[in-house]
């Protein structure tokens, strides 16, 4: 089993920047395809970026170009670099890790979960 808290969230001005961050423990595999996620109330969860064991990410099309995904050489914490947030940002933002396909940014590939954080851009 695997256990994975994030933390980092909380309250910005749009134009502003957060940095995310995902810690992994218990039986964790330096091979799992990790990712983002974020949901809205009323709306379904969004893929937001992933990264493989490789370093090879993927991103939403709504974040390409502000969104950073990266890793430690621990493969054990995973870290999402916000900048030029905008309101439509604003939504939980769950990690999530052995993701089937990792290039596909579908939660359905995902088998562990992490309880979330908040993100709101005003």
């Known amino acids: 089993h695997v256990q994975l808290v994030e933390s980092g969230g909380g309250s910005v001005q749009a134009g502003g920047s957060l940095r995310l961050s995902c810690t992994a423990s218990?039986?964790?595999?330096?091979?799992?395809?990790m990712g983002w996620f974020r949901q809205s109330p009323g709306k379904e969860r969004e893929g937001v970026a992933s990264?493989?064991?490789?370093?090879?990410?993927t991103y939403g099309d709504s974040v390409k170009g502000r969104f950073i995904v990266s890793r430690d050489n621990s493969k054990t914490r995973l870290d999402l670099q916000m900048n030029n947030l905008n309101p439509e940002d604003t939504a939980m933002y769950y990690c999530?890790?052995?993701?089937?396909?990792?290039?596909?940014?579908?939660?359905?590939?995902?088998?562990?979960w992490g309880q979330g954080t908040q993100v709101t851009v005003s």
């Open positions: 999530a890790a052995d993701g089937r396909v990792c290039s596909r940014l579908d939660p359905e590939d995902y088998y562990y």
């Open positions: 218990g039986r964790t595999n330096s091979s799992y395809c």
């Open positions: 990264i493989d064991s490789t370093g090879s990410t």
